[in-house]
């Protein structure tokens, strides 16, 4: 079921530099790519989103790249922290559609 | 203002039985969405529910149902549990014209089917 392909599993980034998490999808219909982020016992929180119609998209630390071609995205967090330590999953919804695909997960730790 | 609350927060079955979930919206939501996450797996869409009727059901059997109440709240019942159905189950809520995406989710339960 699952249509979007997320890569690393995991990963371990030093304070201060910067995170990367790839995702890629297949269905065209897709037309919105949010992130969440999830820490232990919690569940999902939003975190950034893009429309295919940009091509990339900021706020804060944490930056969006969409390639509509390739389709791909990937989240940038630029200067991470301990505190950004979490699972982070990237997903795609279709137009009026209710049914959001996750991909499977990026564990990140952010060494201090 | 609250946010979605899920209950209870742990459950434990065996196999054969049904369980019950329930999960209260974020204020001023009126629609609710159930996810089953598994281990190590992001979440997986059951149904949603809007106007206390299912509007869109992923792929998931029968045996899982769904609920709405006129205050907006909602139940999950599983019936005839299996092993497989141990996992996180999450419920999020959104406003009905802001579109699927912005989901508020919960923070789950746990069901743990022995």
């Known amino acids: 079921q699952q249509q979007v392909k997320q890569s690393p599993q995991s990963l371990i980034v030093q304070k201060g530099g910067i995170s990367i998490i790839n995702c890629a999808y297949e269905?065209?219909?897709?037309?919105?790519f949010p992130w969440y982020q999830q820490f232990p016992g919690k569940g999902p929180a939003l975190l950034i989103a893009?429309?295919?119609?940009?091509s990339e998209k900021k706020e804060g630390r944490f930056t969006i790249s969409f390639n509509k071609s390739a389709k791909q995205f990937s989240l940038h967090i630029m200067d991470s922290q301990p505190g950004d330590s979490a699972t982070y999953f990237c997903?795609?919804?279709?137009?009026?559609?209710?049914?959001?695909?996750f991909g499977a997960g990026t564990r990140l730790t952010v060494k201090p | 203002d609250a946010g979605v609350t899920q209950s209870p927060t742990h459950l434990i079955k065996t196999r054969g039985q049904q369980v019950t979930l329930r999960c209260s919206p974020k204020?001023?939501?009126?629609?609710v969405s159930w996810y089953q996450q598994a281990l190590g797996q992001g979440p997986q869409f059951i149904f949603q529910?809007?106007?206390?009727?299912?509007?869109q059901r992923g792929n998931f059997p029968d045996r899982f149902s769904g609920h709405q109440f006129p205050n907006y709240s909602s139940e999950l019942n599983v019936n005839a549990l299996l092993l497989g159905d141990s996992a996180l189950y999450l419920c999020?809520?959104?406003?009905?014209?802001?579109?699927?995406?912005?989901?508020?989710f919960g923070s789950g339960t746990q069901l743990s089917v022995l």
């Open positions: 999020a809520s959104s406003l009905t014209g802001q579109g699927g995406e912005k989901l508020f």
């Open positions: 269905n065209t219909a897709f037309d919105y």
């Open positions: 893009i429309r295919p119609d940009v």
């Open positions: 997903a795609a919804i279709p137009y009026n559609n209710n049914d959001m695909r």
């Open positions: 204020s001023g939501h009126d629609t």
């Open positions: 529910y809007y106007e206390e009727e299912e509007r």
